[in-house]
């Protein structure tokens, strides 16, 4: 048997075992290779763009951390400095 790709028709490879003798690709075989190119390169177009979701999500969680850091620094200076104005009262 002798290996006859559906995409390597259309450049990649997917296929079947086939005799030698029998190695042409019906019309519904060669569309199957040429969906799967098509997919495949849809894939490869949407790649950029689900990267770019997940650096999104990625920064939205990293803000959210800071903003929330930040708030409980500057409760921490405010508790600071009434503690200072106190101790200044004090003397």
């Given at each position: 048997m002798i290996h006859v790709s559906y995409r390597k028709e259309?450049?990649?490879d997917y296929g079947e075992?086939?005799?030698p003798s029998n190695t042409n690709l019906c019309r519904e075989q060669l569309a199957l290779g040429c969906m799967l190119r098509i997919?495949?390169?849809l894939e490869?177009?949407?790649?950029?763009h689900v990267d770019l979701i997940e650096?999104?999500?990625?920064l939205d969680k990293d803000t959210t951390f800071l903003a929330e850091l930040c708030?409980?620094?500057d409760r921490q200076i405010r508790g600071l400095r009434g503690?200072?104005?106190?101790m200044?009262?004090?003397t």
């Amino acid at each position: 048997m002798i290996h006859v790709s559906y995409r390597k028709e259309s450049r990649k490879d997917y296929g079947e075992d086939r005799n030698p003798s029998n190695t042409n690709l019906c019309r519904e075989q060669l569309a199957l290779g040429c969906m799967l190119r098509i997919a495949d390169a849809l894939e490869k177009m949407a790649q950029p763009h689900v990267d770019l979701i997940e650096r999104a999500d990625r920064l939205d969680k990293d803000t959210t951390f800071l903003a929330e850091l930040c708030d409980k620094k500057d409760r921490q200076i405010r508790g600071l400095r009434g503690a200072f104005k106190r101790m200044k009262k004090g003397t």
